[in-house]
């Protein structure tokens, strides 16, 4: 969840931390235990770009108040966004059943006036299109307690998967609920989706490179953060102690609070995370069968022409993340999924071909900087 917070910024850090759980509807458990799961999966990620249609459900108090323009940016920004980790999303031109569609459903509802303590499968159930092979993404008018946004990932079973947006942060441009005026809030929300957690989770929980991967975000190259941080802070901002090298926090990354204009990127093991999960969560999702029976293309029908120009070809971020290990990094551990330390040396060489399919963190340190690699090893 990403939430406007300005006004109780004031009152202090353990406000903040305090309401930042107590508003964050992300199934954290979930999260956690699924990711888990994952090393029952045998794959390797081939690193080429993962195509997911999206199901964009617009509920409105009034007909017209999101305007396709704004969802056909949003969709632009999405791509921009989610370019280095070479995942894209696409609108697409048949719905279930094969319906030739633009992507977009459009409902006149009181249900547009969204509690999302109370209502959210109520909302959902009410417009969805079937959630293995779309990503369904609600857009509202209202939502209470300053809530922008909030996410639901892949495989939950809790609700449906998917996003919830206020359509006042969709897209990008005057207009909208500035400072969350860039489209930033459906990146982050999705990041969620595909199982990333906030850089603030458990605050200063995973400070050592044997607990980075099984702590707080479960991501080292997040440095944890004590609680969520807002505006646009100083790219020095440091709330936590890592060791052995202690680092700022990720106040730029797209999974904090910060202002949709601070925030930049997502780290390679986040987009190592996304991948594998959209990979074992999405299968049929970003299957070619998928996009086949979507019509996939990377632009739109030209019968959906505000919408238009709302893909990308032109992809060229590497893979990163996936090399299993970095020439002159030495190695200082290897986990099972489980976290269980598995093997510790000092050498600059693992020999892989030992191991039992399944996943890995390979904890190296590569100038003077301590990186968890995560490794799968299974079948080509
Ligand atoms: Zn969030």
Known sequence: MKKVFRDWLRLGGLVSLMWAQMLCPVNKNFLRTSFVALSGFSFRDGGDTLWVPLAVHVIEK????????????QV????????????????PRYGPGGVPTCGVTRTVSPLANHDWTSEEDTLK???????????NVWIVSWMPMQVIGYARALGDTVSLPGVVLLGD??????????PYDKGRTAVHEIGHVFSLMHPFEGGCRGTTPATCAIEGDEICDTPPQRQAHYGCPSLSTNTCQEVPTDLPDPVTNFMGYVDDGCMTHFTPEQIWRMRLFLLAYGTILISEENKQARGFRATLSPSCGSLSA??????????????????????LGLYDSAGRLIWREGGEKLDMSTLSPGLYIAIVMRGGIVFSHRLAVGCP
Request: charge should be neutral; proline fraction near 7%.
């Open 62 to 73: 009034v007909a017209g108040e999101i305007p396709d323009e704004r969802v056909g940016k």
């Open 76 to 91: 632009q920004i999405l791509n921009r966004d989610y370019a280095a980790a070479k995942i894209q999303f696409y609108l």
């Open 125 to 135: 159930r009410s417009v969805y299109w079937p959630p293995d092979s779309f990503l």
């Open 169 to 178: 942060v969709v897209g990008e441009g005057p207009g909208l609920r500035s």
């Open 310 to 331: 709302l893909g990308s070809e032109s992809v060229n971020a590497s893979g990163q993340g996936r090399e299993p290990l970095i020439s002159g990094a030495k190695i």
